[in-house]
């Protein structure tokens, strides 16, 4: 267990470039020796991808959300008419 922890970290500090250029070589090393390891290196890079994906997803949601509320409700006309003012709508 304790060495998947440790491994995991250092997947981590590869794909998130944290630690020293040595223990980024030996990463690549190893994954090139390794098919294993550099399977759960392009897992952990996938997940990640999928998580920001679906973080832009929620966010561009939000952002619907408050541009409906903010301008479909009458009572922020005056923010409405300030804004579209800038941008010549």
Not at 50 to 65: H, L, T, V
Not at 66 to 72: H, L, S, T
């Amino acid at each position: 267990m304790r060495t998947s922890l440790i491994e995991t970290e250092r997947i981590e500090k590869y794909i998130h470039p944290q630690g020293n250029v040595g223990d980024r070589l030996l990463i690549e090393a190893r994954m090139q020796i390794d098919g294993e390891l550099a399977e759960r290196v392009a897992s952990q890079k996938q997940t990640y991808q999928i998580i920001r994906e679906y973080g832009r997803k929620q966010f561009r949601a939000e952002i619907c959300q408050v541009q409906k509320k903010v301008f479909g409700d009458s009572a922020y006309k005056k923010f409405q008419t300030k804004v579209r003012s800038y941008f010549k709508f």
